[in-house]
Nanobody
Framework: QVQLVESGGGLVQAGGSLRLSCAASGRTIGNSAMGWFRRAPGKEREFVATINSRGGSTYYADSVKGRFTISRDNAKNTVYLQMNSLKPEDTAIYYC????????????????WGQGTQVTVSS
């Protein structure tokens, strides 16, 4: 069973940047597609980005396309989310998870959720 731990969240001003990390332990995630989701206060968990096992294929929510970049380092068993040009509406708890099916945008397609890391963007 893989355990995922997110880190790198914090408080940043609008227009700033953060890089989130998702470190895996228990087994390698090198053969697994991975994803990032977020949950804003009072809202449902929503898809942010996903990456295939080799890192050659990525998909993004329209709301973050061009600003966020998902990447991975399989040697470090870690997935990253680089977030640039942050907006107050990006404020949320960010979660990473292992993707189990080809339905990229649905939370039900993911498993082994981490505990999340809080990102707060001030205006």
């Amino acid at each position: 069973q893989v355990q995922l731990v997110e880190s790198g969240g914090g408080l940043v001003q609008a227009g700033g940047s953060l890089r989130l990390s998702c470190a895996a332990s228990g087994r390698t995630i090198g053969n697994s597609a991975m994803g990032w989701f977020r949950r804003a206060p009072g809202k449902e968990r929503e898809f942010v980005a996903t990456i295939n096992s080799r890192g050659g294929s990525t998909y993004y929510a329209d709301s973050v396309k061009g600003r966020f970049t998902i990447s991975r380092d399989n040697a470090k068993n870690t997935v990253y989310l680089q977030m640039n040009s942050l907006k107050p509406e990006d404020t949320a708890i960010y979660y990473c998870a292992v993707r189990k099916s080809s339905l990229l945008y649905y939370a039900a397609s993911y498993d082994n959720w981490g505990q999340g890391t809080q990102v707060t963007v001030s205006s």
